[in-house]
Nanobody
Framework: QVQLVESGGGLVQAGGSLRLSCVAS????????MAWFRQAPGKEREFVAA????????VYADSVKGRFAISGDNAKNTVYLQMNNLKPEDAAVYCC??????????????????WGQGTQVTVSS
């Protein structure tokens, strides 16, 4: 089994920044990619960003392009999400996810195998 633990959430004013971290642990495994999703109250979980370890390519949702940056360390099974210029609409529970196998789409929830519990991000206006 694989466990993912997120940290770094909190309360920030609009325009501020936060850096989220996620560490995967458990049985030895190799993964294709890790990603961040978020879910606001009353809304479906939505894709935020992903990083593919092979080649280091990254993918972002249009709503966060230019403001958020995903990075990570494959050897440490760790992924980060630097969030800048936060807006009230970014408020949500942010969850990280890992997938073991390659799929062409990075924004599909069903392609990820393990999920963390999430960390709350609150943005005040």
């Amino acid at each position: 089994q694989v466990q993912l633990v997120e940290s770094g959430g909190g309360l920030v004013q609009a325009g501020g920044s936060l850096r989220l971290s996620c560490v995967a642990s458990g049985r030895t495994f190799s993964s294709d990619a890790m990603a961040w999703f978020r879910q606001a109250p009353g809304k479906e979980r939505e894709f935020v960003a992903a990083i593919r370890w092979r080649g280091g390519s990254t993918v972002y949702a249009d709503s966060v392009k230019g403001r958020f940056a995903i990075s990570g360390d494959n050897a440490k099974n760790t992924v980060y999400l630097q969030m800048n210029n936060l807006k009230p609409e970014d408020a949500a529970v942010y969850c990280c996810a890992v997938r073991l196998n390659y799929y062409s789409d990075y924004d599909k929830r069903g392609s990820y195998d393990y999920w963390g519990q999430g960390t709350q991000v609150t943005v005040s206006s």
